[in-house]
């Protein structure tokens, strides 16, 4: 399947169950899933789908990831109210990886601030770029 869609010319369409079949989920059920402020390309987080979050992401164009930690969805802005709209839903080349590009109420990361990617590694070091919010 992804081998088709590398040789597909632009605007060519695939049935999406055709193409989720082919999606090489981790053992786990999972993909990585990158996402982004779609008007900046600011990138905010790094979390993981099964089929079910991807799906409802889908359904309700509101960003749902799967929670390894908690071991169930997690339904972004549930009781943070820092949602994440989503616009547009990429998949990689290899169907390996999900990018999400959406319109960020208030923080994504959980310590309040704007974005995950927080700690600078500079040399030795890590600096880190911003202060922590009000964590809901």
Known sequence: MFLELERAEAGSRFPLNDVLSQIPWSPQGLIAAITL??????????????????RETLETQRACYWSRSRKGLWRKGETSGNVQHVKEIRLDCDGDALMLLVDQVGAACHTGRRSCFYNIIE??????????????
């Open 37 to 54: 402020q779609h008007d900046s390309g600011e990138v905010l987080m790094l979390a993981w789908m099964n089929e079910e979050a991807l």
């Open 123 to 136: 040399g030795d070091q890590i600096v880190v770029s911003s202060s922590p919010g009000r964590v809901a």
